[in-house]
């Protein structure tokens, strides 16, 4: 495994006051050997680093080790690379740094549906996700009001069989034009190339209910209401060239019974839905959330 840096390269937007130590978080995955901690914590400690948060995990099935950690910091951001740099060159690491609570910019991909993008937007204005979104497109204009609401660009990218590779082009453009970081698809139902998966590789994430695969198509609550389901959920995961199938950030299920009409049923799902993609968006926009093959690691 070679040694890879990711953080990013922009500035950050939160000041520090004058005198304030910065709050860095450092994720990192590696070959798992002893040492590690002791090597990382006596890096930040030569740092006058004060470790807030921490935590690691050894995955004895892939022989990887996983770290993330927060750490109150007067070094810069080039002293702390530098010092880190050698570090992982040893362990052979792949490793991020980056400000605590600095807003991934985000780029949100939609169809008719308001209830997930609706949710998103909402959380960061009022909640304090750590996202901004820089845009939000959309195969129809549906949604372009609720847009325009919360005050974001609206980009209508129609897709059908003849436009697919054109409208790609257009995300690939959109992505460097904003300095996209993260691309969330809440419920665009379009399928994205196997080209595009690995071009945005651990950088998007999808949300689906969690029939699949019993109820395929379309009016899958009306196929379970007819199967008499009881449970109903959502997945939230990264996306691959695998349909539906990426790594798995978080899931969440509903029990139901014999009275729900369907009504009730979609209601529930829409709700189970914007709720899994929300703790999913905020995990990954905290640093998290580290990948370890098909499956994900998650620092709650």
């Not at 991934?104 to 009022?126: I, P, W």
């Not at 959309?138 to 436009?163: M, S």
């Not at 453009?173 to 665009?188: F, G, I, N, P």
């Not at 509903?254 to 709700?271: I, N």
Request: aromatic share 6%.
């Amino acid at each position: 495994m070679a040694c890879v840096t990711t953080q990013p390269t922009r500035p950050s937007t939160i000041a520090t006051p004058p005198g304030r130590p910065t709050e860095w978080v450092l994720t990192l995955s590696c070959p798992d050997r002893p040492g590690i901690v002791h090597a990382v914590s006596g890096v930040l400690a030569e740092h006058d680093g004060n470790i807030t948060e921490s935590q690691q995990f050894g995955n004895p099935g892939s022989g990887t080790f996983f770290m993330r950690v927060q750490v109150e910091s007067h070094a810069s951001r080039d002293e702390l690379e530098a010092a880190m740099s050698d570090v992982a060159a040893n362990f052979e690491m792949t490793w991020s740094l980056d400000v605590v609570g600095r807003p991934v910019r985000t780029l949100v991909m939609v169809s008719r549906a308001a209830h997930c993008l609706v949710d998103l937007l909402y959380r960061e204005r009022d909640q304090g996700m750590p996202i901004e979104v820089v845009g939000v497109v959309g195969n129809h204009r549906d949604l372009e009001d609720i847009a325009e609401f919360y005050g974001k660009p609206f980009h209508h990218v129609p897709v059908n069989r003849d436009t697919k590779a054109a409208a790609e082009d257009r995300l690939r453009q959109l992505v460097t034009e904003l300095d996209v970081e993260l691309v969330v698809l809440a419920r665009y139902m379009q399928i994205l190339s196997d080209d595009l998966c690995r071009d945005l590789s651990g950088q998007v994430i999808n949300i689906h209910h969690s029939f699949l695969p019993s109820f395929k198509g379309a009016r899958p609550y009306a196929q379970a209401h007819e199967r008499g389901v009881k449970l109903i959920g959502a997945t939230s995961h990264y996306v691959t060239g695998d349909l539906d199938e990426g790594p798995i950030i978080e899931q969440d299920v509903e029990r139901v019974d014999h009275s729900r009409a369907v009504t009730d049923l979609v209601a529930l799902g829409e709700d189970v839905e914007r709720r899994t993609l929300a703790r999913a968006v905020r995990w990954h926009a905290e640093h998290r959330v580290l990948l370890d093959g098909h499956r994900t690691v998650v620092f709650h």
